[in-house]
């Protein structure tokens, strides 16, 4: 469904991506794991099309979208819940969900999709007049996946969902990736929580300084003695 | 009698929120203080001459033409203007001071049109003031009251309640997360001048009549609107409809009670006085991290 090939992606003149080959088969969860800084969000970015490779070809649905501009790449079913969620703080939480949808022409299906977000997190409902700054945390990460899905992604990205959630917060997110993936979503998770990130994935990849050094089965990569030494934290990292 | 002058200043006000409703939206959407916003109002009045008077359209179905014209000349500014300057990737001050290029190039386009003569509007309003129980509106003051308030709320509901308008807010709040949920931001960023050029126009329409229109009306006018805008909080449409009507009735009570001499000058002591005290204006936000 989504492939990379080869992308190479450069800030000025740092280069953050180094031949980055990924692929994503439909009804796939896959996560990318990796260090702060290892380049997790620059591949999600060029995935949205907010960063232009500057080698190497991204296609979707055999389409190349390296191209595209982010509006159009949402059009075709790619939806991001960005890193730090991004709501919009002066809108309500209704509106942000409204503006999730903005592409969607069907009224029948925006409807919908209300139905299924407010189902799917009852908190968001009872607080749809609250502005979104309003929110807590939690209410914060579930508005902007509620928000992500209003637009009926077929593929979706996850830029670390668990980032600043309490634990029990994180076991939310945990069980809402897991119903989302259930409901027949593609999804790409880019976590810093590996443990997390690879008990809910089928696959994983691990990024390294801008290169892909692993990739493997979450399984597999749950039992590599390097994984578990830099990403899985050690007995002697007492996590 | 109080509710006279107060009745003069509110429509006075209204004609300044309009302007300043200009300013705050390109300054929420963009972070661009748009000089030449006066100016716009300024073509908006001197058409509104030629359209009443050599064209004899009546002058309330001249109103939504004059708007319609400065939309045009709004987003005319953006597209040849200022987004080649934008595209360029400049910090914004530069671009601020395009618009003050700009401000200065439709003054004097103005000049060679209309002339540097200020032009009376033709007798549009009778003598007969609307009385309202004790509150006797002026003839003149009648249409900045009702077409400048049907305007402001109109805006509201639009940003409100139109998927266009939630958008628009939500580009304006943070560009990025926006285009992620596919809106394109050109797109919103050409409604925002289309929509502050409408509401420069339609003030100029009010206001002409009203002054005489001239070529450098927008100057004085703009930063009267300016200084309304700061005072209701830049950035802010709220503010900009209060700080507006606010600034209509503090300017003409200043003129009756110390001096219509100081009218102006007035303007300015307002402005520094907000700039001392409260600098976010009345409904100022927080700096956006």
Redesign the interface.
Known sequence: MLELDSVDVAYGSIQALRSVSLRVSAGELVTLIGANGAGKTTTIRSISGLLRPTAGSIRFEGHPIHRVPPEAIVARGIVQVPEGRRIFPELTVEENLRVGAYLVRDRARVAQGFERVYTLFPRLRERRRQLGSTLSGGEQQMLAVGRALMAGPRLLLLDEPSLGLAPLLVEEVARVVTELKRSGITILLVEQNARLALTLADRGYVLETGRIVLSDTSDRLLANPEVQRSYLGSSRAGR | MILDPLIGGIAMGCIYSLIALGYNMLIRAMNLLHFAQGEVMMVGALAGVTLVSVLHIPYLAAIPLIMALCAALSLGLDTFAYRPVRRRNVPVINLIIATLGVSILLSNAAILIWGAEPIRYPRIYGSDALLLGPVRIPPQFLAPLVVGGLLMVGLQIFFARS?TG??M??AA??P?????????IDRMIRYTFAISGAMGGAAGALLGPIIFASFNMGEVIGIKAFVAATLGGLGSMPGAMVGGILFGVIETFGALFISSGYKDALGYAVMIAILLVAPSGLFGRRARA
């Open positions: 998927l939630v958008a807010r939500a709040q943070d990025e997360a926006a285009r992620l949920m596919g809106i394109d």
